[in-house]
């Protein structure tokens, strides 16, 4: 008898147990991040499969939906500019005349609001694409059917009497197209740290779209090989312009031929997920913790699928987990919990931007947010957002000490990502990120395999307690 006790104490202990299984993480995971779902672009049919499974787990694990004029069941609906790159191709003669065929995803991408074009082009490098009156990239060029290669930043050094636009592609690639030229070619510049590869991206920024101009990114090896014959290697060009602060362009003897094929939609519809579990004390109930992760990713170029498993296939799949934690242990939960999937973060936080502009409850009777975005893959646990909100930063560490002990002596302020339309709201919130995360973002090789488990599980170990225990 007592032996029998003992094992219903034991059961009843491990039920009140969070058991965060990093073996359904990772299988969700695997999930959103398989080539069925063709990077999960907001607005595709690829997004569609992915929100449909979410649902389907919320509904599995009594999720349910919120009464408010902008949903219709889970479902927030608006629309988004989308763009369908359906084939993207890019070889180059050298000077040499060395034909190269370039290798998508790796050499090369097209950016995500490309134009659609093909033909062949003479490459002339002119440095920012600025035509300022005291900076003028393309002063005395004539462009006329060529391809223009320009740095994908501002030019590092501010003039007395120019400030500079923030960076745009889409800005870059109207002036580029404004002096004539018929393609635009992005490289990074040679002295910038990060983000030298070339990414999928649908970042855009201001200005219209450009359906008539195909718009590349290359590698930097891909930029000198275009400047072979010109005696000015990319690192060179990026130095003489920068201690002259003067632009310095460069036609070079190289040929790009290309063919790209896109389809632009200007009214794209898509939809945030959102469903609630009811807190349990009959006060408390009224407020909500709202646990957010992007679910759209960049989706794909061609048939060059990026799979985003940490960015942020790792984010939803812990909103999912989150979701059966927390209903298997709804007595602990006091607050009530909206678990929010957001569409279209890759474009500029378009979900998140709707949902804080359209919240299913009212503004003070939210808590916190809690921003999930790549999440699992580095070696130990960043907490964003702490330098604004200080309680719940401590908070966090102090119960990280009872737990992996992983998170990082180090936050920030002012929201990021998601997080930002409702900190511009003054909702208190935290951001979850993995440290060193960024190692495959956005590129071909964010994969399931990349990610760490075992931070991964302790992640959302603390998310977990986070959400129980925050005030
Ligand atoms: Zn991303």
Redesign the pocket.
């Known amino acids: 008898m007592r032996y029998i006790n003992y094992i219903f104490i034991l059961l009843l202990l491990s039920k009140s147990q969070a058991q965060v299984s990093i073996q359904r993480l990772m299988n969700d995971v695997e999930i959103l991040s398989s080539p069925e779902m063709e990077g999960r672009m907001a607005g595709s049919e690829a997004y569609d499969k992915a929100a449909q499974y979410c649902v389907s787990v919320f509904q599995e694990n009594g999720v349910k939906s919120l009464q408010h004029s902008s949903l219709d069941g889970y479902r927030q609906n608006f629309n988004i500019q989308s763009n369908t790159v359906n084939k993207c191709e890019l070889k180059i003669t050298n000077s040499q005349g060395k034909f190269y065929k370039l290798k998508l995803g790796s050499d090369y991408v097209c950016r995500g609001f490309t134009g659609s074009g093909s033909g062949t082009a003479d490459v002339v490098f002119c440095g920012y694409g600025q035509a300022k009156d005291s900076y003028n990239d393309y002063r005395g060029m004539d462009l006329k059917g060529k391809a223009v290669m320009i740095f994908k930043a501002n030019p590092p050094f501010t003039l007395e009497d120019e400030i500079w636009d923030n960076f745009s592609i889409r800005r870059q690639v109207e002036t580029a197209k404004q002096h004539g030229a018929a393609a635009v070619i992005f490289v990074s510049r040679h002295n910038e740290k990060f983000q030298s590869k070339p990414i999928g991206s649908l970042m855009h920024g201001e200005g219209k779209h450009n359906a008539e101009i195909p718009q590349f990114q290359i590698d930097i090896s891909w930029a000198d090989s275009l400047l072979e014959g010109t005696r000015y290697p990319l690192e060179r060009l990026d130095n003489l312009i920068e201690d002259l602060r003067m632009p310095f362009s460069v036609f070079t003897q190289s040929k790009i031929e290309y063919d790209v094929q896109a389809h632009y939609n200007p009214q794209t519809p898509t939809y945030n997920i959102m469903g609630v579990i009811e807190g349990s004390d009959p006060e408390l109930k009224s407020e909500y913790i709202i646990v957010g992760a992007h679910l759209d990713?960049?989706g794909k170029i061609g048939d060059l699928v990026y799979p985003?498993a940490n960015?942020?296939a790792s984010g939803s799949a812990a909103v999912l987990e989150l979701a059966r934690l927390i209903s298997q242990n709804r007595d602990k939960l006091k607050r009530s919990v909206i678990f929010t999937l957001f569409t279209a973060?890759?474009q500029g936080l378009e979900g998140s931007k709707f949902m804080a502009q359209n919240l299913p409850v009212p503004k003070e009777k939210i808590a916190f947010v809690l921003n999930l975005d790549c999440i699992a893959h580095g070696d130990s646990i960043r907490v964003g957002n702490g330098k604004s909100y200080p309680h719940l930063w401590e908070k966090v560490k102090e119960i990280d000490i009872t737990k992996s002990g992983k998170v990082v002596d180090a936050t920030w302020g002012g929201g990021g990502a998601d997080l930002t339309p409702f900190h511009n709201l003054e909702i208190p919130g935290l951001y979850f990120a993995s440290q060193f995360s960024y190692t495959h973002?956005?590129l071909p090789t964010d994969t399931p395999e990349t990610l760490n488990k075992e931070l991964y599980k302790d992640m959302v170990e603390l998310i977990y307690h986070a959400i129980l225990e925050l005030e």
């Open positions: 990713h960049v985003g960015d942020n973060e890759e973002l956005h």
